[in-house]
């Protein structure tokens, strides 16, 4: 763990993080893989702020896992319960969310992200991320015949998206997970104790 810089007149950079939030909560997104539970758990810890895994909520909300929910309803059916979800979780803020890699494709989901939290993509190439996922076989998207060409696709056709959704990009990879989350810190403290961004102009 890397100690922060210390803004002036501030207890510690933690501290200020969490005082320019108020009720605004820190989202990460990004790609099956990327390490947005793994990193948002360390970030919540650090904080001392609620982690809050999407997905499980989903999955608790519906009483089902997220692959029967695929394949019993089908994605559709998913991403309006996930777009649900991840409004009622951003009205309790401040938390720390871990979305799900596709819940950013909805633009009403961008437009809460945007208004009632600061973003983080977590931003991984292919191969992490066919490292990490090919561990598991509980993502619906990927149980497909060729799981890298799906992972090749699915980063071409998302990154634009993330990168629209994103106030911050930090480049997740194979350091430790504590690493990352001190980079998150960092540019959170830069972000947010910046005067712009503490105290944002309405939008035209
Ligand atoms: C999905 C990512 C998964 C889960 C679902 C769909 C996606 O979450 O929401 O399988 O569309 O990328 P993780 O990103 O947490 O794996």
């Known amino acids: ?55 499980h909520e989903i999955e608790a909300a519906a009483g089902k896992s997220i692959s029967d929910i695929f394949a019993e309803h089908g994605e559709g059916h998913f991403r309006d319960g996930e777009a649900k979800v991840i409004a009622r979780l951003l009205q309790n803020g401040p938390v720390v969310l871990a979305t799900g890699g596709g819940a ?29 996922v090919r561990r598991r076989s509980n993502r619906p998207l990927l149980q497909t015949g060729d799981q890298a060409e799906t992972v090749t696709r699915l980063i071409a056709e998302r990154e634009p998206i993330y990168s629209q959704a994103a106030d911050i990009i930090v480049v997740s990879r194979e350091v ?9 810190l960092a540019a959170l403290c830069d972000r947010l104790t910046s005067s712009a961004a503490a105290h944002p102009a309405p939008s035209p």
């Open 1 to 55: 763990m890397t100690a922060l810089p210390v803004p002036a007149g501030k207890e510690t950079a933690e501290a200020a993080i969490v005082a320019a939030l108020g009720s605004r909560s820190i989202v990460l997104v990004g790609m099956m893989g990327a390490g947005k539970s793994t990193v948002g758990r360390r970030l919540a810890t650090r904080l001392n702020l609620p982690f809050v895994d999407a997905d």
């Open 104 to 132: 950013v494709l909805r633009e009403d989901t961008r437009a809460r992200i945007r208004q009632q939290a600061i973003s983080i993509w977590l931003k991984a190439d292919a191969e992490t991320i066919l490292r990490r």
């Open 176 to 184: 430790a997970h504590e690493r990352i989350a001190d980079e998150c």
